[in-house]
Every structure is written in structure tokens, then in C-alpha cells.
Nanobody, 131 residues
Framework: QVQLVESGGGSVLTGGSLTLSCASSGWTYNTYSMGWFRQVPGKEREGVAAIDSNGRTNYADSVKGRFTIWKDNTEKTLYLQMNSLKPEDTAMYYC?????????????????????????WGQGTQVTVSS
């Protein structure tokens, strides 16, 4: 199975920046999607940003213009650059991944921001933004 390990979380002030990393291993297929989700206690998990094996990206409206997702194709590491951070961004951030048997699948849709689309999850890294 695909294994995911997040890192880079921490505490920052409002307006600050932070970069999260997700190291992956155990891939079987070359067609995939990876994403970042976040969750606050008592609330459902929210899709933040996603990217597929073709480089197509998708962002939640709440982070558009502030967050950037990208991947290192050689090392299969996923990143999330977070700028202009707000207290509302405080959450546990999770790296997620899924893989597909059909190479054409990722060309037919945007990478998913829905939790049920993903099969593999990291342990999470905490991001705290203070006023």
C-alpha cells in the first residue's frame, strides 16, 4: 500500500507562511491523485488542494490565491505552500492519495477534494495560526 508521512506543521502568526511536505512510498500505478485535507475537532474533514499525475490542480475556494500545491515527480513528495495564513486555517492537515488503473481517468475530471475518493492517508501535521 501507499504510505504517506507529513511534516512541516507548526505555529505561525496571522499573515505568515508555512510549507507542508508529504513523503510517499509503495506506489503501484502511475495514474494517481494526491491531496491535502484539514480537520478541526467536531467538524468534517475538508479538502484543501489536490493534484493528479498530469499536474492538474484543484483548490478549495477558501484557499485560492493563498495556497499552492505541487509535487516532486522524482521523489513523489507532495508539498503545500501556505501564504497569508489566517486563524481559520488552524487545523490538523492530512496528506491523502489514491491511484487508478485507467490512465485516462485523470484527464476526464479535476483531482478530487472529496474525502471518499482517497484510499491512503498520512498521520497528520498540526498547523496553528495565531492572531
Amino acid at each position: 500500500q501507499v504510505q504517506l508521512v507529513e511534516s512541516g506543521g507548526g505555529s505561525v502568526l496571522t499573515g505568515g507562511s508555512l510549507t507542508l511536505s508529504c513523503a510517499s512510498s509503495g506506489w503501484t500505478y502511475n495514474t494517481y491523485s494526491m491531496g491535502w485535507f484539514r480537520q478541526v475537532p467536531g467538524k468534517e474533514r475538508e479538502g484543501v488542494a489536490a493534484i493528479d499525475s498530469n499536474g492538474r490542480t484543484n483548490y478549495a475556494d477558501s484557499v485560492k490565491g493563498r495556497f499552492t500545491i505541487w509535487k516532486d515527480n522524482t521523489e513523489k513528495t507532495l508539498y503545500l505552500q501556505m501564504n497569508s495564513l489566517k486563524p481559520e486555517d488552524t487545523a490538523m492537515y492530512y496528506c491523502a492519495a489514491t491511484q487508478y488503473t485507467s490512465p485516462s481517468f485523470v484527464t476526464s475530471r479535476d483531482p478530487a477534494l472529496t474525502e471518499y475518493e482517497y484510499s491512503y492517508w498520512g498521520q497528520g501535521t498540526q498547523v496553528t495560526v495565531s492572531s
